[in-house]
């Protein structure tokens, strides 16, 4: 089985900056698809940015120009700069893996960020 870990967030100031880690363990053929969801509280779960297996990315306009989704072997990384309270979620990995395709989310991290 195949697990996905997030970590990397926590309470920062607007304008501050966390770096979001998703490392995936377990037997992994390959990746086809990775991506950064986020959920805010009484609000639906929302795509934040992907990252394919060739290396493109595509970002949500509320983000772009100021998050950076990355992967490095088996851990994807997505770097938030300028952050807004408007960013305040649970930010949660997805990824799709092997030649089956298979789907795995991991657990969600929270990000809050203050006025």
């Known amino acids: 089985q195949v697990q996905l870990v997030e970590s990397g967030g926590g309470l920062v100031q607007a304008g501050g900056s966390l770096r979001l880690s998703c490392a995936a363990s377990?037997?992994?053929?390959?990746?086809?698809?990775m991506g950064w969801y986020r959920q805010a509280p009484g609000k639906q779960r929302e795509l934040v940015a992907t990252i394919t297996s060739g290396g493109s990315t595509n970002y949500a306009d509320s983000v772009k120009g100021r998050f950076t989704i990355s992967r490095e072997k088996n851990t994807m990384y997505l770097q938030m700069n300028s952050l807004k309270p408007e960013d305040t979620a649970v930010y949660y990995c997805?990824?799709?893996?092997?030649?089956?395709?298979?789907?795995?989310w991991g657990r969600g991290t929270q990000v809050t960020v203050s006025s």
């Open positions: 997805n990824a799709v893996l092997g030649i089956v395709g298979n789907t795995y």
């Open positions: 377990g037997i992994i053929s390959t990746i086809n698809y």
